[in-house]
């Protein structure tokens, strides 16, 4: 979503930022005298593998041989110029590479990350002979073998929070038969360690690859739908299921008397109470599911379009239908995830789907929506869009008589411009331009495309400015707008994210990504900066910014764009274009956390960046 730019830092990119103070205009290093003594966080954030990139000579490593760490022909580093080179021996042997670390006690969040590139002379598919143990402690973390071989550097990533307070060794142990070679190649080793209590239960999410099935119809004007949907899942954790919930996230948007957003007759579980609003569901699942055991919940389902120009709303002919399917909400060990609706940015928190909706509708709506469609005669004077989408986390579509156009990007991605009334056709032609210039621009710096089509629709009526939607966007006529919400098809929906506990994550990368995607530098990003209190910070979530809704614009997508402009100063345009697309490409269709981030960020640089993200305020 992108609400209106504050003046200041619409006209404004990001000055320099000296390294060796990580300082900027109207920031101090001390919290001034008026204010009250911060107290000291249980957990001491920190990154406490040394050395991880290797590049300052072996310690504090134990290496089973010399030359494990090298710069020397044959294989190349992840960044800098050394690496850790286990085996490639081509004979009966083994290689062990360990450092003993310290977890700070007290710790929620540890994660264990590195990067491996294995090659190998093996030709079998079927057996492993040669292999790489990594372990923490007393405790095996993987295996990985001459099956696992590929052409460059994939990062691996554990969650080792149960090691917290405690001194282990950190450890890679690889072996090779008599004969073939493997080289398994290890680079940038960091441990990073956040958080301040342990949360509980299992941390795994759940319930995990969710598959929606819905048939819906409209009336006349497509401001109601009413029809089926079902639900299939799996627990993913090791902690038995007992129920799921359904966001009903469009509630909000009525009342409890007068819900928009109807759920009656369901299958497969019990209905229990509405929360939060109206805006979750409780099912309780006839039986505990375990882990990776899958159900099945249905519910006739029905859809009340509100007037207004919102991304649940029609203005005038014209209906906006985003957030409206229920979609199941997210556990993990610090529970159901079941915040409140937010309209001053984005609550929605869900994991990677399939989705398949018919749409029944007057042939005189079209109708754009999430996924790639295919349009079918259906009863008399009516038309069947059937769209399909694998791995998005909802969504949406809209029904109206738009005026619509149509291109291809260079890299070949279909691009659909829908616009409402009193769009010039002018107007319609910049922005799909626009649109095949963004999804190309982002696509190469972040990975390719994944969706099929995109599909835009404009009014220059929307209050919020745009709204980004799996393969669907909504916005006004603005190309730095347009944009932004494309950039969102990748932070968000392919590396997605807690939206109301930390949107930094998809809105400061987003804005990030913006830029690039249109030429700027950053440069006097940091003017006229002021934070409003010690207690704001670039990574405060939705509950902090609804209680300071004038400051969220300015924060999170302006300050937050200007941290990671300072960021990609410290490590390099290179090192920083290889860490986000590298980042991508770990997170493809997973959820980011902002403790992760800092963990790979750390493992691109020998710089160490404590200080870094003290100073910008990015806490997690």
Not at 27 to 51: D, F, G, I, K, L
Not at 57 to 67: F, H, R, V
Not at 396 to 424: D, E, H, L, M, R
Request: glycine share 10%.
């Amino acid at each position: 979503m992108r609400p209106t730019p504050h003046p200041a830092l619409a006209a404004s990119a990001l000055s320099v930022v000296a390294l060796a103070a990580f300082s900027y205009p109207g920031t101090a290093a001390a919290a001034a005298p008026h204010e009250a003594p911060r107290a000291a966080a249980a957990c001491t954030p920190a990154q406490v593998v040394a050395n991880g990139g290797f590049e300052s000579g072996t310690a504090p490593w134990s290496q089973s041989q010399t030359g494990l760490i090298t710069n020397r022909a044959g294989q190349s580093a992840h960044g800098g110029g050394y690496f850790a080179w286990l085996n490639g021996v081509g004979g009966t042997h083994t290689d062990t590479l360990s450092q003993s670390v310290t977890i700070p006690s007290g710790c929620s969040t540890a994660t264990l990350t590195f990067w491996l590139h294995i090659d190998t002379a093996e030709t079998t598919s079927s057996t492993q002979y040669d292999k790489l143990t990594a372990k923490i402690g007393g405790t095996t973390l993987a295996t990985y073998s001459n099956l696992n071989k590929n052409t460059g550097y994939v990062q691996k990533s554990f969650d080792v929070s149960s090691f917290a307070g405690q001194t282990v060794n950190v450890a890679f142990t690889g072996t090779e038969d008599s004969s073939l070679q493997t080289s398994f190649v290890v680079d940038d080793v960091a441990l990073t360690a956040s958080g301040d209590t342990t949360p509980p239960g299992d941390s795994t999410r759940t319930p995990a690859s969710p598959a929606y099935t819905v048939i819906l119809s409209s009336n006349t004007s497509g401001t109601a739908w009413t029809g089926h949907e079902s639900a299939t899942f799996t627990n993913a954790s090791a902690t038995a299921l007992s129920e799921v919930y359904l966001r009903l996230w469009d509630n909000y948007h009525g009342t409890c008397s007068a819900m928009p957003i109807t759920v009656t007759n369901v299958t497969g579980g019990t209905a229990g109470s509405l929360s939060v609003g109206c805006t979750a569901l409780q099912i309780a699942l006839p039986t505990p599911l375990a882990q990776g055991q899958s159900a099945t919940i249905g519910f006739d389902l029905g859809i009340t379009v509100p007037s207004g120009a919102d991304r649940f709303g029609h203005d005038g002919a014209f209906n906006n239908i985003g957030n409206a399917l229920p979609v199941l909400a997210v556990k993990d060990g610090a529970g159901w995830h079941l915040d409140p609706y937010t309209n001053n940015g984005e609550s929605f928190y869900s994991l990677a789907a399939d989705f398949k909706v018919t749409l029944d509708h007057p042939t005189t709506l079209l109708v754009p929506a999430t996924g790639t469609s295919v349009d079918t005669p259906g009863s008399s004077g009516r038309t069947v869009t059937t769209a399909t989408a694998a791995k998005v986390r909802d969504f949406a579509w809209a029904a109206g008589p738009f005026s619509k156009i149509s291109g291809t990007s260079a890299a070949g991605t279909a691009i659909n411009i829908y616009s409402v009334s009193g769009i010039s056709s002018t107007d319609a032609q910049s922005m799909l331009s626009t649109a095949k210039s963004a999804v190309d621009a982002h696509a190469a710096r972040f990975g390719a495309y994944p969706y099929g089509e995109l599909d835009a629709v404009i009014d220059n009526n929307y209050w919020f400015g745009g709204m980004e939607y799996p393969g669907f966007v909504l916005d006004l006529v603005s190309t730095t707008a347009l944009t932004h919400e494309i950039g969102h098809q990748w932070f968000y929906g392919i590396v997605g994210d807690d939206e109301y506990t930390s949107p930094w994550l998809d809105e400061s990368f987003t804005d990030y990504a913006t830029d690039l995607a249109l030429n700027k530098t950053g440069s006097g990003c940091w003017n006229s900066v002021s934070w409003a209190s010690s207690a704001e910070k670039i990574t405060n979530s939705m509950a902090y910014w609804d209680a300071h809704s004038s400051r969220y614009s300015t924060v999170v997508y302006g300050y937050g764009k200007c941290a990671l402009h300072d960021l990609r100063r410290v490590l390099g345009d290179t090192a920083m274009a290889k860490l986000l697309k590298d980042y991508a490409t770990s997170h493809w269709y997973g959820v980011s956390t902002t403790a992760e981030f800092k963990a790979a960020a750390q493992a691109a640089t020998a710089t160490d960046l404590t200080s870094f993200w003290t100073t910008h305020r990015i806490d997690g």
